[in-house]
């Protein structure tokens, strides 16, 4: 069984009045101007971390999207991204800040990889606070993990604002 019940239901809410606030922090306030984000390579991105990957518009460097655009556009693509985050989720004690730092890490790094990591393989066995710690850390609680980039000389770097998103997440997911 997976969460979409507890959304049906309203125990759990999309898009939440926390996460929003909560990407435009890491992803960008105001940012209605498409640029060429360094971290990713340079794909274009617009407002809070939109791409030609999860638009339903073309996102092209220089265009300028209006703040109701933004606001259409990313409520649209945080709900259907929280959607597959619930289907992969089965422990049915996640709380509304676990959701919201798991949609956050999904939102960033792509829903299948955060189905796929040891944070909710470890959440999903009921081992929440050792989930929320996996998205910021190793197993050996030391070294970061999801706060790198590789170049195009396949040369991982460590980006010290990625993993500062990350222990952000990490903590919200434990409140």
Sequence with gaps: MNLRNKIAAGTLVLASATL???LGTWEGNGQNTVYADKLARGLPT???GITRHTSPYPVVVGDYWSNERCE???R???QKGQLQLADCLTNQQIG????DALSSHGHNFGYVS?????AVGLINAGRIAEGCKALAWAPD????VWSYVTDEQGRKHFV?????RRRAEARLCSQ
């Design 114 to 118: 955060t189905c796929a990591s040891r």
């Design 141 to 144: 609680g030391k070294t970061p």
């Design 160 to 164: 010290p604002g990625l993993h500062a």
């Design 20 to 22: 929003m606030p909560f």
């Design 96 to 99: 509304q800040n676990t959701f």
């Design 46 to 48: 617009v407002c809070k």
């Design 72 to 74: 259409e556009v990313e």
């Design 76 to 78: 649209l693509v945080v």
